[in-house]
């Protein structure tokens, strides 16, 4: 088992930034790649950006060049820096662990809300 807890989120003006903050605890050996999703009211959960236990990061075309995943071994702590924030980025953002031999785990979410 894996557990997430999720900080970080907030109202920012668009433009602004925000840094979101995901701790692992548990079976944190049996994480391969940290995953961060976000759900805008009315709309499908996406893919945001993915996190590979060698650091290979992947992300959606939407937030390409404005967030950066990273993940801080050391502190078993996932982060997700968005810069040049915009209204379209408004969602309840979560953080996913995946096994890699089909098991997920899920933070709890935090809301991300930008102003125009």
């Known amino acids: 088992q894996v557990q997430l807890v999720e900080s970080g989120g907030g109202l920012v003006q668009a433009g602004g930034s925000l840094r979101l903050s995901c701790a692992a605890s548990g079976s944190i050996l049996s994480i391969n790649s940290m995953n961060w999703y976000r759900q805008a009211p009315g709309k499908r959960r996406e893919l945001v950006a993915a996190i590979s236990i060698g650091d290979i990061t992947h992300y959606t075309d939407s937030v390409k060049g404005r967030f950066t995943a990273s993940r801080d071994n050391g502190k078993n702590t996932a982060y997700l820096q968005m810069n040049n924030l915009k209204p379209e980025d408004t969602a309840v953002y979560y953080c996913?662990?995946?096994?890699?031999?089909?098991?997920?785990?899920w933070g709890q979410g935090t809301q991300v809300t930008v102003s125009s």
């Open positions: 996913q662990a995946d096994t890699g031999v089909g098991y997920y785990y």
